[in-house]
């Protein structure tokens, strides 16, 4: 009679525990709650798991316009200027929060309260479009002296 020999096969893979993340992320993207007319702002982390890359705009229905802007103190005095680009480099947080770089939202077609979802679509140079729905919430008025 002739003995089977069964062969256990332990096979070992070499998997990574997590793999590796890709692309671009954002996270904890918020808009702040506006009168319909006025401007309201977005705020958001971007996380890039890319290579280098740059946040090139960013489009929003819901507004006139869409700017990029950075906010900095100079002689105690809030000052603003728009940004073209905002690099991304690759492995790196980069945060767009209140004081600091955010998004105009310019000319609001219609009153933004919380609880509203308004769809933003974010550009890159290499990356492909980011479609967000972002929350919108009540938040400090930065802006009360902005213009625009
Ligand atoms: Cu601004």
Same mark, same amino acid.
């Given at each position: ?70 906010? =900095?103190?100079? &002689? $105690? ?9 905002? /690099?991304?480099?690759?492995?790196? $947080? ?21 609880? &509203? ?9 290499? =990356?492909? &479009?980011?479609?967000?729905?972002? /929350? ?13």
């Amino acid at each position: 009679m002739k003995k089977k020999s069964i062969v256990f096969f332990s096979i070992f893979l070499l998997v990574a525990a997590c793999a590796p993340k890709e692309g671009i992320e954002i996270r904890d993207a918020w808009i702040r709650t506006a009168l319909q007319g006025g401007n309201s702002a977005l705020y958001f982390v971007i996380h890039n798991y890319s290579a280098d890359d740059e946040l090139v705009g960013i489009s929003a229905e819901i507004a006139d316009a869409a700017e990029m802007h950075e906010s =900095s103190m100079v &002689d $105690d005095v809030m000052q603003m200027r728009m940004v073209e680009s905002v /690099p991304l480099a690759s492995g790196e $947080d980069v945060e767009f929060a209140s004081g600091g770089l955010h998004v105009m939202l310019i000319g609001v077609k219609e009153e933004l309260k919380a609880g &509203d979802t308004v769809e933003v679509v974010l550009h890159f140079k290499n =990356s492909v &479009d980011i479609r967000l729905q972002v /929350p919108v919430q009540e938040g400090a008025d930065e802006h009360g002296g902005h213009g625009g």
